[in-house]
């Protein structure tokens, strides 16, 4: 195998950052790994501002929190369903062509809902079939973002890689929904949509800077299919795998159903608009950056699965005090503090399962880990259905009750996750 595909560190640039205070970026010092990084961070930026301008805009075409649970609903329906499908392509074909490809068909998507958004066509199904669409992109995108990682770093930067990479998704909370929300104020919702288009078509020229990533010879020697039940196979057999993945699938459906109701909270409870609607996620990308700056100061912190735990428990307790608070300033801690302990627990399981993974299943198993992240609009339907009998205070406030019942359940019933080091 190692004349078909040169080894990581012979491909790449040896260059490095130095030691220090500065080790935190260390992976940065690897331009292939830069130009992702960077690449990234206008994708995600472009799509936490899609998130505002798509929540605000079906907020103003129906007014309804079961509306907004159920355009969460329509883009993740296709990535649940599609996500081992995108995961076994991501082992079996080039992850940068891959990436190229999703990456311009979700421009492509919000680019048309701009055009509809400003022309005045715009109604209801188009913002639902847009999100299936661009739900379906995602199921073929998310593996080969994860799996591409170890392609662009030395082993021994990996888990550096893996928290880097993982802070863009929360480093661009802190500017892009705030920028959005001031853009649809400004602006209007149609020019916010072009925005975040350009963000994904940036990713699109500098992937042409990162190296090609093609699987080995011989790891296409099964079919599709049996891929896929090869991916399964590997996590049901590997109890550690089973478990992280398990936990933080009912932590992201129960957990975060806050992020959709989220806009109902800004306008009708906090009565803050579409301003502070930015300024709660931004607060929210504040406490998920320092939560992962943890992480890898923790690095080598021995009880990996007590601080799995202890950060999960604490967001659901976290997430109960906000669902009650209807004053502003204290929602604004509350959900930092919620994020800070949501994203010590997500990406420490992250670099768990990215140093233990084997690569010819890496594109399958984080495929289906990346459904922690779409299973999120599963919970908000969730909990707008409860709200449409009760309250959404009500039912983000038993949303986060039953993820803290599901974390002690978990701590109580797996020796194996408490120990995990």
């Known amino acids: 195998?190692?004349?078909?595909?040169?080894?990581?560190?012979?491909?790449?640039?040896?260059?490095?950052?130095?030691?220090?205070?500065?080790?935190?970026?260390?992976?940065?010092?690897?331009?292939?790994?830069?130009?992702?990084?960077?690449?990234?961070?206008?994708?995600?930026?472009?799509?936490?501002?899609?998130?505002?301008?798509?929540?605000?805009?079906?907020?103003?075409?129906?007014?309804?929190?079961?509306?907004?649970?159920?355009?969460?609903?329509?883009?993740?329906?296709?990535?649940?369903?599609?996500?081992?499908?995108?995961?076994?392509?991501?082992?079996?074909?080039?992850?940068r062509t891959l990436l190229r490809l999703t990456q311009s068909a979700q421009a492509g998507i919000l680019a048309t809902q701009g055009i509809l958004v400003v022309t005045g066509w715009v109604q209801v199904w188009h913002v639902l079939l847009c999100a299936f669409c661009a739900g379906v992109v995602g199921a073929f995108g998310q593996p080969s973002r994860q799996a591409i990682l170890p392609s662009l770093v030395p082993a021994g930067e990996l888990t550096n890689a893996v928290a880097l990479a993982g802070s863009v998704w929360n480093l661009t909370r802190l500017v892009g929904p705030a920028f959005a929300g001031v853009l649809v104020a400004v602006y209007g919702i149609g020019p916010t949509y072009f925005v975040a288009c350009a963000g994904f078509l940036i990713f699109v020229v500098l992937l042409l800077f990162i190296p090609s990533d093609k699987p080995l010879a011989g790891s296409q020697r099964s079919g599709l299919l049996g891929d896929l039940l090869g991916g399964?196979?590997?996590i049901k057999t590997h109890e550690i795998f089973s478990m992280l993945i398990g936990m933080t699938f009912l932590g992201s459906i129960f957990g975060s159903s806050y992020q959709t109701m989220l806009p109902y909270f800004a306008r009708h409870i906090l009565a803050v608009g579409s301003q502070g609607l930015g300024l709660l996620q931004s607060c929210s990308g504040v406490g998920a950056v320092a939560g992962a700056?943890?992480?890898?100061?923790?690095?080598?912190?021995?009880?990996?699965?007590?601080?799995?735990?202890?950060?999960?428990?604490?967001?659901?307790?976290?997430?109960?005090?906000?669902?009650?608070?209807?004053?502003?300033?204290?929602?604004?801690?509350?959900?930092?503090?919620?994020?800070?302990?949501?994203?010590?627990?997500?990406?420490?399981?992250?670099?768990?399962?990215?140093?233990?993974?084997?690569?010819?299943?890496?594109?399958?198993?984080?495929?289906?880990?990346?459904?922690?992240?779409?299973?999120?609009?599963?919970?908000?339907?969730?909990?707008?259905?409860?709200?449409?009998?009760?309250?959404?205070?009500?039912?983000?406030?038993?949303?986060?009750?039953?993820?803290?019942?599901?974390?002690?359940?978990?701590?109580?019933?797996?020796?194996?996750?408490?120990?995990?080091?």
Do not use: H
């Not at 990581?8 to 690897?30: D, H, I, K, M």
């Not at 206008?42 to 929190?65: C, D, H, I, K, R």
């Not at 604004?332 to 140093?355: E, K, P, R």
């Open 1 to 95: 195998m190692s004349e078909e595909r040169p080894s990581v560190s012979r491909r790449l640039t040896t260059a490095r950052l130095r030691p220090g205070r500065f080790a935190f970026f260390s992976a940065l010092g690897y331009p292939p790994f830069r130009y992702f990084w960077f690449g990234q961070l206008a994708s995600v930026m472009g799509q936490n501002m899609e998130f505002v301008a798509q929540s605000w805009l079906m907020l103003e075409l129906t007014g309804s929190p079961l509306m907004l649970g159920l355009t969460g609903l329509s883009r993740s329906i296709p990535a649940m369903v599609l996500i081992l499908v995108g995961g076994a392509v991501a082992d079996r074909t080039d992850r």
């Open 232 to 234: 399964l196979t590997f």
């Open 293 to 421: 700056f943890l992480v890898v100061t923790c690095a080598s912190y021995r009880y990996k699965g007590r601080l799995i735990l202890a950060g999960a428990a604490a967001f659901g307790l976290l997430l109960m005090g906000f669902a009650l608070s209807a004053w502003f300033p204290l929602s604004l801690v509350l959900i930092m503090g919620m994020s800070f302990a949501n994203q010590t627990y997500i990406t420490t399981v992250n670099v768990v399962l990215q140093a233990r993974l084997p690569n010819e299943f890496r594109g399958r198993v984080m495929g289906i880990f990346g459904l922690t992240y779409t299973l999120t609009p599963l919970g908000g339907t969730i909990a707008g259905t409860v709200a449409e009998f009760s309250s959404v205070p009500c039912a983000v406030a038993l949303s986060g009750c039953v993820l803290t019942v599901i974390v002690i359940t978990f701590a109580l019933k797996s020796p194996t996750l408490r120990r995990l080091d």
